[in-house]
């Protein structure tokens, strides 16, 4: 039986992408977050709170190392069993709903997980994407227009009102 069920298993379609995508921001961005993060530190100290002041300068820390950082390329396939992205597997039974999102140049599939993040992200090629979505449509429902969460009505909010774009290499 377990025979018939490892043959049964097959990859439907295979792709490498960067881990995430590639932002790289001037001197000056870092400067005004780094200022940021010290006024919110100095605030913090009044109040005496020392692991907010930690956790706002670990996220600066986090910004500072992801976009310093290069991104690696990785490989991702879609098998009869699932997902499998930076050689993790994704059962279809755990996987929700996919759509499609694109951000500047960037296209990136969005797949919803039942995992405290609640998505996995994938950057993909524009050319394989009517291939991605009639693959995944087989197994997954498609969503045209995702509904968006209060962390990106939130995000979007900011960006409109503070533009940060990164340098493009």
Request: a neutral charge; zero cysteines; charged letters at 25%.
């Amino acid at each position: 039986m377990e025979e018939e069920r490892k043959t049964r298993v097959h990859d439907l379609l295979a792709w490498k992408s960067l881990n995430r995508s590639r932002q790289q921001y001037s001197k000056e961005v870092f400067a005004a977050f780094g200022a940021v993060a010290f006024l919110v530190s100095v605030v913090l100290m009044f109040f005496q709170e020392w692991l907010a002041i930690l956790v706002t300068w670990a996220a600066f820390f986090l910004f500072y190392a992801l976009t310093k950082i290069e991104p690696v390329e990785v490989e991702h396939k879609i098998t009869t069993e699932g997902i499998i992205s930076m050689s993790h597997a994704y059962l279809w039974t755990e996987l929700g709903p996919f759509w499609f999102s694109q951000r500047q140049e960037e296209l990136t599939l969005h797949v919803a997980h039942r995992n405290i993040f609640g998505q996995l992200m994938i950057l993909v090629d524009k050319a394989q994407q009517e291939k991605i979505r009639d693959i995944l449509a087989q197994y997954l429902p498609f969503i045209e227009v995702p509904e968006k969460s209060v962390v990106e009505k939130m995000s979007d909010w900011f960006s409109k009102k503070f533009p940060v774009t990164p340098k493009r290499s």
